[in-house]
């Protein structure tokens, strides 16, 4: 059962306790908890059967070759999941109760944006009206983040005339203005266009 030690021994180990831990919060708490349940229970299910499946297969295979490979898929494993998950973040602080971002130029390319961790990146930018590479637009990975402050949020995204360009553009506005449109904008967004 435990003979050869191989890595996944090792983590089917870890995921025991974890799961014997798991059970024990869950039952003696008056509040489920359902949240840590429905992350380490499956987690340590699909750990335990790939205990089964190595123990099968460590009969068949040389210890050397099996162990190296073990350590190889749980090292590629964890980098490809954060690869997925990993996210490219615009940080936006403003005074206004309101910004516009206006994917129009070749200002603040992904290359602008800073290294955060592994995989992610980030941009800071203070100002209301934000100007974007037009590659950005169709990317999944871009998050805009509001300011902390902003609790009731309107969104909304289109395409607009700017300086005789077809512009994509994404309006983000709190309470104060929820119902402010591209088009009552437009004077500004068209003088801040043409200084840049």
Do not use: C
């Not at 890595?7 to 974890?18: C, E, T, Y």
């Not at 690869?83 to 910004?99: A, C, G, P, R």
């Not at 395409?159 to 994404?170: D, Q, V």
């Amino acid at each position: 059962m435990l003979f050869p030690v191989t890595p996944v021994v090792v983590l089917a180990g870890m995921f025991f306790f974890i799961f014997i831990w798991t059970l024990i919060e869950i039952f003696s708490t008056t509040q489920a908890s359902s949240f840590l349940a429905a992350i380490a229970v499956p987690i340590s299910l699909f750990v335990f059967v790939l205990y089964g499946v190595e123990r099968f297969i460590v009969r068949k295979i040389n210890y050397r070759i099996l162990f190296i490979g073990e350590l190889v898929l749980l090292l590629i494993v964890p980098i490809s999941f954060y690869y997925s998950v990993s996210m490219i973040d615009l940080n936006v602080t403003t005074e206004k109760s309101y910004f516009v971002v206006l994917f129009v130029s070749k200002k603040n390319p992904l290359t602008d944006f800073k290294r955060k961790g592994l995989f992610e990146k980030e941009l800071s930018v203070s100002d209301h009206i934000i100007h974007l590479d037009s590659s950005l637009y169709n990317n999944e990975d871009l998050r805009i983040r509001v300011p902390e402050n902003w609790r009731e949020i309107s969104y909304s995204n289109g395409e607009i005339m700017l300086s005789g360009k077809l512009t994509r553009y994404r309006l983000y506005s709190t309470e104060e203005n929820l119902n402010i449109t591209v088009d009552e904008l437009l004077g500004e967004l068209e003088k801040e266009t043409l200084e840049r």
